[in-house]
């Protein structure tokens, strides 16, 4: 790396798949800028891009209940799920660019395909699957979606899901073959390796943000300290974007923005139930999302899952519930104190008065006993047994409160950038489906941010260069997101499922 001194163009804080994204399209776009990234652990990618920390779902909304919710009316709302699978396609367009690049040396082990289905049971959600399967499948996004209604059409996509249940149940599914399983870990390394290696980029691991402060010039003075030495320096930077996971929350309170106050975050951590008998790991093969419990938050929609990490194959249950007052796996528990001001008691309290059913469901969760985690495993696979599973601890996220005029405080489920007003500072907030559709966030981020550049020539020409459909819509042109998804299949090698 290139020694340089403390006045930087841009300060990215937090070494996870947004700043790693973000870095990569700004030294690809502006190759002489001094960029400096921070990280307060002792590795990259070792909080929510982790992993283990993370569901690994490449979410595109094929199976994700959540994204197609039913309205009053009965019909189902598919806005979400075409924006969610429009911006997937673009990070595989990025992703794609990447690989040919080298800069992603071996696309599987960064994206393996691997089906996504919903499963749900009852009259009431049967019939809401099918509504849902209908208003999908007329989109082009989603033509290839398959729906099922009988044991014998389910048990040949999902057989260890449906051993053991009565044949005159009323069940349903739906299928997406091009579903895939994300290492974001293994993504971020990978850009964060070529950013080491470029010139004027600097990468500081165990160094964590003290304070950020505006001086009278615009720009932004970021105390720094050394977790290594306990020294801290100064930097001082034209732009600082925080992308720190459930840490973001703090710093942001840090910057004082005014766009920034009112702000507050509601911890949930997760935990998996982790198979460790390789016969019934073999017997799956797909990323099964059922309905949410009514109060859960979205990442809590529970899902039987086949990972892949490190090349292995793996078998998660979960993420069951839980709640901590850190705002990071490797966090303080005085995380959650420390954020509540002056500006967000007021939201934070409305949002918890709003939200009393997600209260009563974290503390439900969190006194769950090992048959009660065994009794949610059994609605998915009526053959399972506590002893082939060992429960594992997931990822911490932070849901975002906000101000709201009627309400008072709201709670956020997703994710969200809050930014200063002149575009010199971007905060990332919230969680699902961030990772996924990280390089979508980051094109609106830099078109905020970066105006006077995003809309020059050379900027023009590069990013279409990266992204081959920038500027148009896959959502609306059906020819161009067919031709997109054929590329993108083919250069990260998805043509054929990861196991069969």
Known sequence: MKESNNTNDVILIGAGIMSAT???????????WQIKIFERMDRVTAESSEAWNNAGTGHSAFCELNYTPEMEDGSINIDKAVKIAASFEVSKEFWSTLVQEGIIEEPTNVLRRIPHMSFVWGDKNTEYLRKRYEALKKHHLFSDMEFADTYDEIAQWMPLIMEGRDKKDTLAATCMDIGTDVNFGALSRSMFSYLE???????????????IERLDNGDWKLEIKNLDTGKTHTYT??????GAGGGSLPLLEKSDIPEGRGYGGFPISGKWLVCNKPDLIEQ????????????SPPMSVPHLDTRVIDGKKALLFGPYAGFSTKFLKHGSYMDLPQSIKWGNIWPLISAGVHNIPLTKYLIEQVTQSPDDRL???????????????ELMDAGQRVQVIKKDEKEGGILEFGTEVVYAQDGSLATLLGASPGASTSVSIMLDLMKKCFPGLEATEKWQKELKRLIPSYGQSLAKDAALAKATRDKTTEVLHLREMAFS
Do not use: Q, R
Request: proline share 3%; glycine share 6%; with cysteine.
């Open 22 to 32: 973000l870095g990569t399209f700004l030294k690809k776009l502006e190759p002489d």
């Open 197 to 211: 290696n470029a010139d004027g980029v600097e990468l500081h691991l165990h160094h964590e943000v003290e304070d």
């Open 237 to 242: 930077t034209k732009f600082v974007f925080i």
């Open 284 to 295: 799956h093969c797909a990323k099964v999302y059922g309905k949410a419990s009514v109060g």
């Open 375 to 389: 009794e949610a495993l059994l609605e998915y696979m009526p053959t399972a047994k506590m002893e082939d599973w």
